[in-house]
């Protein structure tokens, strides 16, 4: 249930938050609203939802049900969240085992389709909104280091890791 809050719910909230930065919205439901954005956030769910199937047996139907509960409700306007909010400390949310990094690595454990994750992982790299430590020390990272270095110390994916391979073929 853990891999479950964090693959499905904060996965695709990041990934709303950075594909929405990258997109120049300024809150989430503009981002959800959004419909190349939507499309992605449909797909990456249906990736994760099979990855989490395979790997801990959960129903199949309420996973994708579960994920269609999430974008409706976190669409909501009132909610008012903003992208700058939940895309903050991109660092963090690029960790290893942490939201975008292992649910990309768990779909490509069960043969899935990363693409939306890797994505999503290379617009969280250019994500740097005003007042975010985490974001400015990610920029200061890809710029003195590059993106292949940047994935591997912030990441911890190595040279040749699928994940990474498939980062760095999006543009």
Known sequence: FVDRKLYIHNSLHAIAAYFGYVAGH??????IEDPAIR????????QICRALHAEHGF????????????????ANKRLGDTVARVGR?????LAYDDRLIGAGRLILKHGG??????????A????HPRDDPSADKLAAMLASQGLPATLRSVCGLEAGHPLAELVLAQT
Not at 39 to 46: C, N, S, T, V, Y
Not at 59 to 73: G, P, Q, S, T
Not at 113 to 122: E, L
């Open 89 to 93: 400390d991109p660092i963090r949310k």
């Open 124 to 127: 969280a790299m250019s994500f």
């Open 39 to 46: 499309e992605k956030l449909d797909l990456a769910g249906q």
């Open 26 to 31: 300024q809150y989430i439901w503009q981002a």
């Open 113 to 122: 389709d990363a693409t939306f994750h890797a994505q999503a992982i290379r």
């Open 59 to 74: 129903d199949l139907v309420h996973l994708n049900e579960h994920v269609d509960y999430l974008l409706m409700r976190s």
